[in-house]
């Protein structure tokens, strides 16, 4: 089957790429466009290191294709910053030290983001079930879990 032609929207950006049928918008992502942010930990859908925004809904670029990003708006973790001026979330994720290898911080902090837009003063409880589709092996998600809670407390505070 030929290449696909596919007209979409990424981090405020009109963009166009070709892609085959059964490639992943993971892959036109990290391949096509160039935006390497967003990872590939499990192409199941079970780590959520490839999660991006796509109409608003927080999805795992593994397990949609890119054809599917037809005519759609998608924000992956390049876009979270405005400039050299990092989002807060990314902010308090250093300042927490809600890191270490790197490698899934993406992921969690496009679904922190993702929840915070849908509810700006999560328990800790609807936090831990919010991230609980991104998985970490290095820091026992309780710093993460921190960093959320204390930039919802500070965006109500503003």
Known sequence: MPRQHVTTEVNGEPQDFLCEPQETLLDVLRDELHLTGTKEGCSSGDCGACSIMVDGRLVCACLMFGVEAQGK???????????????????????????????????????????????????????????????????????????VMDVAAETRET
């Not at 969690?108 to 409880?125: H, Q």
Request: charged content about 25%; overall charge negative.
């Open 73 to 147: 708006t998608i924000e992956t973790i390049e876009g979270m910053a405005e400039g050299d001026k990092l989002h807060p979330l990314q902010t308090k994720f250093l300042e927490e030290a809600a890191l270490q290898c790197g490698f899934c911080t993406p992921g969690f902090l496009v679904a922190a983001k993702a929840l915070l837009e849908r509810n700006s003063d999560p328990t800790e409880t609807e936090v831990r079930y919010w991230l609980a589709g991104n998985l970490c092996r290095c820091t026992g998600y309780d710093k993460i879990v921190r960093a």
